[in-house]
């Protein structure tokens, strides 16, 4: 067996910790046979990154798990870590596509991209904790849609997770710049 095997488990098994509440019933973007296809115009697409923006959401967790959240309220971010539920298996295969289905962007593979469409579809967002009340957290700009399977909660630490001089390829540039124009 190769070395790099040897470690690697047979299989894995992820249960969910909660479930996300989400004022967002459908995701924006969806994956077809060509790779993923934006379902609104670019227009469009900046309006719905508004909307995840300042959008609320409630992480429902299970009960068993709240004694999990203790200390969470010192947090003012998290990162939520959920699984694209509404995603067809079949799309889990795709190597590589069009950042965010902009044919005019240079194909990636999929490890290059966020898409939501990859052999692990673990999804993650950076939030803002607003609130905990019990085993229900309320936080803000979670792009996850309603019924997504909560994987995992971390803290978000700025000793861990801030990054000098970090690098961005062009295209990705290029979309946050035009997201965040207004």
Not at 103 to 115: M, V
Not at 143 to 151: R, T, Y
């Amino acid at each position: 067996m190769p070395t790099d095997q040897q470690n690697t488990p047979a299989s894995m098994a992820l249960n969910p910790v909660g479930v996300v509440r989400s004022p967002f019933k459908t995701p924006m973007l969806m994956a077809d046979d060509s790779g993923l296809s934006l379902e609104l115009r670019m227009e469009k697409v900046k309006e719905h990154h508004r909307q995840v923006k300042t959008g609320i959401s409630e992480l429902v967790i299970d009960k068993q798990w709240e004694s999990l959240l203790d200390g969470v309220e010192g947090f003012s971010h998290l990162l939520i870590l959920y699984w694209p539920h509404l995603m067809n298996p079949a799309r889990r295969n795709l190597k590589k596509v069009h950042p965010m289905g902009r044919k005019e962007l240079p194909e990636q593979g999929i490890f290059a991209t966020c898409s939501p469409a990859r052999p692990n579809p673990v999804l993650v967002t950076a939030v803002v904790l607003k609130e905990r009340k019990g085993n229900i957290l309320t936080v803000q700009g979670l792009e996850a849609v309603d019924g997504s399977p909560i994987i995992d909660i971390k803290p978000y630490s700025q000793s861990y997770m801030i990054i000098d001089s970090l690098k961005s390829p062009d295209w990705m540039e290029q979309i946050r710049s035009e997201l965040d124009e207004d």
